[in-house]
């Protein structure tokens, strides 16, 4: 990306990960232990450290102290990989799937207006029969990993976590790289772009079966299709903007 402010002309348009590098870069603990999951579970988080700076140790250290090796959290490209380092990668995929679960709890608990609480997963599970209740369906659970879990409060963070996640934040929001490619995604992209009568966007559109658009309510309004994707883009850089005030 350092070599794109070259070009005479340039356009990105925003998909699920540049708004979860967004949100992470302007605060989002949510957003920042999910991108950071998704580099465990296909073996790049080691490359962003090393890309980006990031430092990961205590997060290794809090992963290699509760965590044991759990074939579940297996990386899904294990290439290059030595048996020692899987094992790390496993713990570490783990601890951060288990703050990003705890996080998402409190944020849906937090927000009920986004009618999320079908992803509330922590609050569906029976701790004590390791099975979980998912649309009237009871599933049992493999590879859990619930060290840090009070049954009685599941989505309560421990003093380590909440100190890895600072760690963790602190350490991605003051990396000068990060900063400027975040600055520069920021700048040059948006949810979609009109040009010559065509209408670009990254991924899809929601709509029903019928291929009419679904709407998304907040408060007393709903968007859709087009409309949907400027309110989404609106509230990124109001966000942004109000950080900065």
């Given at each position: 990306m350092d070599r794109l402010v070259t070009f005479p002309s340039l356009d990105i348009q925003w998909g699920n990960h540049d708004l979860l590098w967004l949100g992470a870069y302007y605060g989002s603990k949510v957003c920042l232990l999910t991108l950071l999951r998704i580099a465990a579970r296909y073996n790049y988080l080691f490359e962003l450290e090393k890309e980006y700076g990031l430092n990961l140790r205590l997060l290794a250290s809090f992963a290699q102290k509760i965590y044991y090796k759990n074939s579940i959290f297996t990386p899904q490209n294990k290439e290059g990989l030595t048996s020692k380092?899987?094992?790390?990668?496993e713990k570490i995929h783990q601890a951060v799937t288990?703050?990003?679960?705890k996080l998402e709890s409190q944020l849906i608990q937090r927000r009920p207006e986004f009618h999320l609480s079908s992803r509330d997963l922590l609050a569906k599970i029976d701790y004590q029969q390791k099975k979980i209740k998912l649309k009237g369906n009871i599933y049992m659970l493999e590879g859990i990993c619930f060290q840090t879990i009070d049954p009685l409060k599941p989505n309560e963070l421990t003093v380590e976590e909440e100190q890895v996640i600072d760690s963790l934040m602190y350490s991605f929001q003051y990396s000068l790289r990060i900063k400027k490619h975040m600055e520069f995604l920021l700048a040059n992209g948006s949810m979609y772009l009109t040009n010559c009568?065509?209408?670009s966007f990254h991924g899809c559109v929601p709509v029903d079966e019928n291929g009419e658009f679904l709407s998304f309510s907040l408060g007393d309004k709903s968007y859709s299709g087009k409309e949907l994707m400027a309110f989404f883009e609106k509230q990124l850089r109001t966000s942004v903007k109000d950080l900065f005030l």
């Open positions: 380092e899987q094992e790390e990668m288990m703050i990003q679960f009568q065509y209408e």
